[in-house]
């Protein structure tokens, strides 16, 4: 399994923090974001890489954080050649310009930088290996409907199987909602050229999921514990006050 961490956002709404400092580098609790997962994947089982896709912005800081990691597995930066909020190439388009420009020959993990968890994905990992060819993705109750609209909103039936998949619906249907958390058996990697070749929404991965779910049988594993979307000021102060 390779572990792929989307690092090539600039977090505009945590300016003026992140102007010179990409989210996933941001201390919380004595660690970097980015260093939390890294502590979270290697424990999954099977990990063989870990790709890390920036932006040009942000790459050199990247590359010098990878090179003073001691890991279990080679860690890869990557850059997408963007420079600016306005160019960016959004999480779906990060995911197949890695799959065009880099040998991915493996399941492939893929994780938000912004998110921040205290569980493991030991058992998500192992469900997910058991359903594949399938693709499997990470949820979350946040155990509010209004809340829920921010996001990608599910509902399963009793076996894991997606019912349903709204992205960022006015009306949620539930608070259960998806992650940017993703785990994509090599056998399904051809839908994410598929969905490229038909659509212009790329830059959120729930805009995939959302067609995917339409094509294929995905499922969903929800996820017990302390999560943050670190996407704004105050879930940024949040984390650092609960992850000391």
């Not at 290697?42 to 870990?50: C, D, H, N, Y």
């Not at 493996?106 to 990992?125: I, K």
């Not at 290996?129 to 109750?141: A, E, F, H, M």
């Amino acid at each position: 399994m390779k572990v792929l961490i989307l690092a090539a956002g600039y977090g505009t709404r945590l300016y003026p923090i992140v102007k010179n400092t990409p989210k996933p580098l941001l201390d919380i609790g004595g660690k970097s974001l980015i260093d939390h997962l890294l502590d979270k994947v290697k424990t999954a089982g099977g990990l063989s890489e870990v790709i890390v896709v920036t932006n040009d912005k942000f790459y050199g800081l990247f590359h010098l954080w990878a090179k003073k990691k001691d890991f279990c597995a080679p860690v890869t930066v990557i850059n997408d050649g963007t420079s600016s909020p306005e160019d960016r190439l959004g999480s779906v388009g990060d995911i197949e310009f890695v799959l065009n420009n880099y040998v991915i020959d493996d399941d492939l993990l893929v994780l938000g930088g912004d998110n921040l968890f205290d569980y493991t994905l030991d058992d998500y990992v192992a469900f997910a290996r058991k359903n594949n060819p399938s693709v499997t993705i990470g949820l979350y109750d946040i155990h509010s409907l209004k809340d829920a609209a921010r996001f990608g909103v599910v509902e399963i039936y009793d076996n894991g199987r997606i019912r349903t998949f709204e992205e960022k619906p006015m009306r949620p249907k539930s608070s259960l909602i998806a992650m940017c958390s993703y785990y994509f058996p090599q056998r399904s990697l051809d839908l994410i050229h598929e969905y490229m070749r038909t659509n212009r929404h790329t830059d959120k991965a729930g805009d995939y999921i959302q067609w995917l779910v339409g094509k294929a049988d995905v499922y969903g594993f929800e996820f017990k514990g302390t999560w943050y979307d670190i996407g704004s000021i105050e879930s940024l102060k949040e984390a650092r006050s609960k992850f000391k």
